[in-house]
């Protein structure tokens, strides 16, 4: 665990609770509705598909494709100035979702569009563990 974090951490309220929990357990969930069956990421009050707010966490495999991935030269807030370039990736989950992330460390010298990741967590604070892809 990283105890000098300085990068932004998550606001943990009643809507995202169960998620850093699972998190914390190093385990990656999205949101189902109970009333569609519709699977989302992030988190939203009502379903995105049909706007019922009866929700609940699943806890999904972590295994997705890599759909796109970007390099940011720049450092939007000052924690990452010590990081650049550093790597975002856009992961579409086996399960569905999108989820917007890193890679765990920097982009894999052999990235492609599709590629197979998992999910691996970094347990930055005591309290929060932020999920990052590797290659399967
Ligand atoms: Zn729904």
Known sequence: MNVTYTKPLPVVDSLTKQYWENARSHRL???RCRDCGDRHFPPCDVCPKCLSD????EVVSGRGTLLSWVRFHRAYWDGYRGELPYDVCLVKL???PL???NFSGNAPENARMGMPLRAVFDDVTEQVSLVRFAPE
């Open 29 to 31: 969930s999205v949101q």
């Open 54 to 57: 009866d929700q609940d966490w």
């Open 94 to 96: 086996d399960e569905g």
């Open 99 to 101: 989820v917007l992330s």
